[in-house]
C-alpha cells in the first residue's frame, strides 16, 4: 500500500513538547491506513492571531511553511488555524490539494443542520471568523459569536484548565442554542480542540473540531483524485519563494535572538 501525507501546518514555532498537544487531534480519527500526517511549525509569525496585522504575518509564515509541500512528495496540505490563513496562497503554487478548518467548519455545519454559531474563547478572534462569513457569504447562516473571555494560550492549549474552561465553553454553547438559535456548534479554534470529547457528549447537537474535519476532508479529497481548481486559483506570473525562504530564514534568525 502506498502511504500519503498530509502536511498539516502548525501556525506557530513551538517546542516539540508542545507539537505532541497539535498532534493529538489526530488521535481519534478514523483515517485510512494509508494517510500520515506530518506536522509542522511555521519558522517565523505572529504571536497570536488578534489583528489584521497579525494576520498579514500568519498568511505569509503558513505560505511559507507549506509552499514547497508538492516537491517534498506530500499529497496534501492542511493549514492548522481557523484563520484559514495561506490557503489561498498555497492553492496557486500547488496542484495537490489545500484545506484550512475555517472555511470547511462552516461549510459542513450546513450539512448538519440549518444555522451554527461558533464557541471561542476570546471575541478578539471574531475577524478571523467575520473573513471567512464574508467570503462565503454566511452571515445569514451563523447565529452567533459565543466567547467565554479566557486567554488563549496557542502553545500549551487548554492543558491544565480543563476544569476551569470546559464548563465555560459548555455554558456558551447552551446559550448559542438556547438563546440564539444554533443547531450546529463549531469550536473557534484548533487550540481547543482538546474540549472536543468534553462537549460533544453533553450538549444536544453537532459539535465541530475543526482540525480533525480539515484532515478528513484532505484525505477524501484524495480519495476522490479532487483538487482546487486552477481558474479559481490561478499560478503566479512571476513566482517568488526563493525570495520568500530568504525572508523567513532571516525571520527564523530574528525570533531565536
Known amino acids: 500500500m502506498t502511504q500519503r501525507r498530509i502536511l498539516v501546518v502548525v501556525p506557530f514555532p513551538m517546542s516539540e513538547e508542545h507539537l505532541r498537544l497539535r498532534q493529538a487531534q489526530g488521535d481519534a480519527l478514523a483515517l485510512p491506513p ?18 489584521h496585522h497579525d494576520f498579514v504575518l500568519a498568511e505569509a509564515a503558513n505560505f511559507e511553511a507549506g509552499c514547497r509541500a508538492q516537491q517534498e512528495g506530500f499529497d496534501a496540505v492542511c493549514i492548522d488555524t ?25 461549510l459542513t455545519a ?110 477524501a479529497a484524495l480519495g476522490a483524485r479532487l483538487t482546487h481548481s486552477r481558474t479559481a486559483y490561478p499560478k503566479p506570473m512571476h513566482e517568488r519563494l526563493d525570495m520568500l525562504s530568504t525572508m523567513f530564514a532571516a525571520a527564523e534568525a530574528f525570533q531565536r535572538r
Request: proline fraction near 7%; aromatic fraction near 6%; charge should be neutral.
Open 110 to 219: 450546513l450539512m448538519l443542520g440549518h444555522r451554527f454559531s461558533i464557541v471561542t474563547m476570546a471575541r478578539r478572534w471574531a475577524p478571523l471568523y467575520q473573513k471567512a462569513l464574508d467570503e462565503l457569504g454566511l452571515h445569514h447562516k451563523c447565529a452567533s459569536i459565543r466567547a467565554i473571555e479566557v486567554t488563549p494560550d496557542n502553545q500549551g492549549l487548554l492543558s491544565g484548565k480543563e476544569s476551569d474552561v470546559f464548563p465555560l465553553l459548555e455554558a456558551a454553547g447552551r446559550k448559542a442554542i438556547d438563546e440564539d438559535g444554533a443547531d450546529v456548534l463549531i469550536l473557534g479554534s484548533t487550540t481547543m480542540h482538546q474540549a472536543h470529547g468534553w462537549l460533544s457528549t453533553r450538549l444536544p447537537v453537532p459539535v465541530i473540531n475543526p482540525g480533525p474535519l480539515s484532515y478528513m476532508m484532505a484525505a
Open 82 to 106: 481557523m484563520s484559514d490563513s495561506g490557503v489561498a496562497a498555497l492553492r496557486s503554487v500547488l496542484e495537490i490539494p489545500v484545506f484550512g478548518p475555517g472555511k470547511v467548519s462552516m
Open 34 to 51: 494509508d494517510i500520515e500526517l506530518v506536522y509542522r511549525p511555521v519558522k517565523a509569525g505572529p504571536a497570536n492571531y488578534s489583528s
